[in-house]
């Protein structure tokens, strides 16, 4: 049984590679540390030449920011500095499992540097890869919702004979929202305060440091400080809703986004307890550590906003907080929704938007006048009207999306209705999935008035459930045909651009459930890594779909398997 998770972090290239440790039968006290922040000149290195050993390290963050001057690794606050200096423990005999080539390419790497023995050395931490300096990142957040104080990296200790798994991971930064949090003064609800409360001096170092290093083109203008400061803050909420937009569009739950897992650039990073979506379900809950479901699905993008408006609070001491918070409640919605809406649209198939087929449709008719407004609600009512379908019949969120791409103007959705009730719920699934949010005891007196019985589907028996999932998708896929017969004959597309636009709907992620990740667990756990292997090679191509491959509802039993902050 895996213990713990030791997560190693490298600046500006992407990598994975997985070590596992065959443990001695001996007791064991170990804390986990990060590895040297790097900066790779990709840019200049030949594809597949560089050695580990000629990799460029430039360790700009610890050339920059302040080091912690202690330096003993023991539990303390670690006070006005941005990284403490640490030694990677060593390991007992380290092993590779798996690799991700797509990754280390981005470095240069050779693929038959994985041949070397000292390839898991280094990933191990047993050696130090030449030019690196080990750091920890100190940073604060808050977490779910509560202001908790210091956090940061090599916080993890590990009691006990165990088998212990290193992940390498790499990202142009690791620097997170929970980073600018450590200068907050005592919050008044939980009564911590960051690890530096009330040194500015130290947000606005690093505000400096990643305005040069990741917004370049912000920092080269002739604006003064402050301006610059914001402008940062505009694009930093522009990429965060963006990259929500799209964990939506793929059904796809981080499942802790506290603000020390909110990447300064906008991108997906800290997210253990993840998972994709099974069965449609807007309320469904990946990390079952969430009681209150505060991180579900639906909630992410206001999570998001709310996550930017504390970040907003740590940059007020550099720029005019009143600015800060236009920004986010303008910004925010406009882009989440713009890209959203986008996404949507791809998925279905649809090239345009409801104002430019109704724009048509009047030109058509003599009126040429757009209303975006109205363009916006149709997209929005299509697409509410489906997710309502969605989860009224337990459809299955990567599924159903892959069958639309089988539904024209001219079948009016004949072969989809037939293949999608085998990715639906059936009675028994629905009953067993019920995870109401209150007393059990209230839950049984609710129960026991039919009128409720029958709204959660308890009564149901499956035939009848059948036949009330075929009428909703019947109604909704009307709709659908319409919409897919007036952009046909109304924007301008001839048949085999639409034929091709059409396809272009089964795009939907090949993705990670949690079954496959479960067999593959059980079997490393033996010794087996092969499956392991198989399944990230299959997420190095999300959207392809094996030949002779059919689509399949994973297991009932499924819903069963849970994740947490400490899985």
Known sequence: MTLGVVGRRCKAVQWCALARRVPKPRYLTRTATATATATATAATAKMGTRTLETLNFDNQALERLPIDPEKKNYVRTVENATFSLVEPAPLDNPRVVATCWDALKLLGLSEKEEERPEFVEYFSGNKRLPGS???????????????????????AMYLGEENCTVITRIAPTFFRFGSFEVAKTEDPVTGRPGSSPGNTDLVRTLADYTLEMFYPHIHATDADAATKFTEMYREICVRTARLVAKWQAVGWCHGVLNTDNMSIIGLTIDYGPFGFLDRYDPDHICNHSDDGGRYDYKSQPAICEWNLNRLAEDLSPLTDKETLDQICNETF???????????????????????????????????????????ADGDDRLFVHLFNVMADTGADFTNTFRLLSLVSPENRGAPFLSAISEHLTTVDEWKRSIKPRMDPRQLQQLLALPQIAQAFGVEMTQAEKETKDRELWGEWLMLYCRRLQ????????????????????????????????QHAIDLAEKGDYSEVQRVLSRLQHPYTQPEGEPLQKPPAWACALGVSCSS
Do not use: W
């Not at 949507?344 to 109704?358: D, F, P, Q, S, Y």
């Not at 048509?360 to 009126?367: L, N």
């Not at 396809?503 to 993705?511: D, G, N, T």
């Open 486 to 517: 007036t952009e046909q004959e109304r924007s301008g597309l001839d048949h085999d651009a639409f034929h091709h636009n059409k396809q272009q709907r089964s795009f939907s992620a090949i993705l990670s459930r949690n079954t496959p990740a």
């Open 133 to 155: 300096r080990p750091a920890a990142h100190c940073y604060c957040g808050y977490q779910f919702g509560n202001f908790a104080g210091q956090l940061g990296d090599g916080a």
């Open 333 to 375: 919605k406009r882009e989440y929704t713009t890209a959203y809406r986008a996404h949507m649209r791809a998925k279905l198939g649809l090239t345009h938007t409801a104002a430019a087929v109704e724009s048509a449709t009047k030109s058509h008719d003599g009126d040429g006048d757009d209303d975006d407004d109205s363009a």
